[in-house]
């Protein structure tokens, strides 16, 4: 008898196929992820022994205390953990997983493309397009900033930080960074550490954060943060929006502190600030910074694989604790 999975987020056709194949699988139909009810009905009424779901599902203290005693494992399809109350996992014995390694270089990807595009004015540039064009523009107009030599900071220097250290080194970009510890020479790559954030900002150009959310990291980018920044710089943020003061980054984009943002990643998803949508200088993506074909199979499956693992009588290969 096959194990029994409520796949509760929307996953690509691979993955929903593998899934039928190994499990019993209960797969949310429609348009939406499961909401925390919803999960807790599946998963009561399919007796399921595994859930697997992604940042869209809130894996609060109410939705685990409700979960059927029949679930044994939690596989969020996802690097990050924020929407998982791990103290309360805990305490329930529910073992939750997620999907470290396999996203970081599609998400370094996206990261650089928004770089480049915000700041050489992509957007501008594609809209001019799509309305016509049929109109002369100076060789003073519409100009952006140069990329190649230019100093890259980067808060957060994990799998991500540093693959995108690596994409602006073949700009020629000098490597600033601030993490909670120092990388051993040999990751670092001749990028310079600074102890202190702040410490850091005013040899920043380009900021790019790539760092968790949580209390220690709320609100990092403040107007305080933002004001270190040299004048005309660009900021990047595909990790978590809970890392910025958005009203702060607002003030920043349209008094010209900053040149431009790239953003992936808000405050309140998917009901994004929507005065972010009114700025040229801003270049906007809903949160798909491992949105490839190959990166978001990679992802489903590693959460399956830990599932598999965990009700095979094995460890999970990516535990949230040890």
């Known amino acids: 008898m096959k194990p029994r999975l409520v796949l509760a987020c929307l996953m690509p056709t691979d993955v929903n196929i593998r899934a039928r194949e190994e499990f019993d699988a209960l ?65 329930r014995g529910l073992i939750v997983t997620n999907t470290p390694g396999v996203l970081t270089e599609c998400t370094a990807d996206h990261a650089f493309m928004m770089l480049l595009a915000a700041a050489r004015r992509a957007y501008e540039y594609d809209r001019i397009m799509r309305q016509g064009w049929r ?18 900071g980067i808060l957060g220097m994990g799998r991500i930080g540093r693959a995108m250290a ?3 080194r073949g700009f020629d ?27 850091m900002l005013p ?44 009203d702060a980054l607002l003030q920043a ?20 600030d929507s005065r972010f949508a009114n700025l040229d200088n801003v270049i906007l993506s809903p949160h798909v910074g491992s949105a490839s074909r190959e990166t ?9 694989d830990n599932i598999a693992a965990v009700l095979g009588g094995k460890q999970p290969i990516d535990p949230l604790w040890s």
Do not use: W
């Open 253 to 272: 984009l349209t008094s010209g502190k900053l040149f431009a943002a790239g953003l992936d990643v808000f405050r309140s998803e998917p009901d994004f």
């Open 27 to 91: 797969i949310v139909n429609g348009k939406s992820d499961m909401t925390g009810a919803e999960v807790v009905h599946a998963a009561t009424m399919h007796s399921a022994d595994a859930i697997m779901f992604t940042n869209t599902l809130p894996l609060n203290q109410q939705t685990i205390g409700q979960l059927p005693a029949s679930v044994r494992v939690g596989a969020t399809s996802s690097v990050g953990f924020d929407h998982v109350d791990v103290a309360a996992a805990k305490q």
């Open 135 to 152: 109109y002369r523009i100076g060789q003073g107009d519409l100009l952006g900033v140069r990329v190649t030599g230019k100093t890259l």
């Open 166 to 168: 690596q994409r602006a």
């Open 203 to 246: 040899h920043c150009e380009f900021l790019s954060v790539h760092a968790p959310a949580g209390p220690a990291t709320d609100k990092m980018i403040n107007s305080r943060a933002l004001s270190l920044l040299p004048n005309g710089a660009v900021f990047i943020n595909v990790s978590r929006g809970g890392l910025v003061d958005e």
């Open 173 to 199: 970009m000098k490597i600033a960074y601030h993490a909670r510890n120092r990388l051993p020479s040999e990751l670092e790559c001749g990028a310079q550490y600074f102890t202190n954030f702040h410490g």
């Open 296 to 304: 978001r199979n990679a992802m489903g499956f590693r959460a399956l």
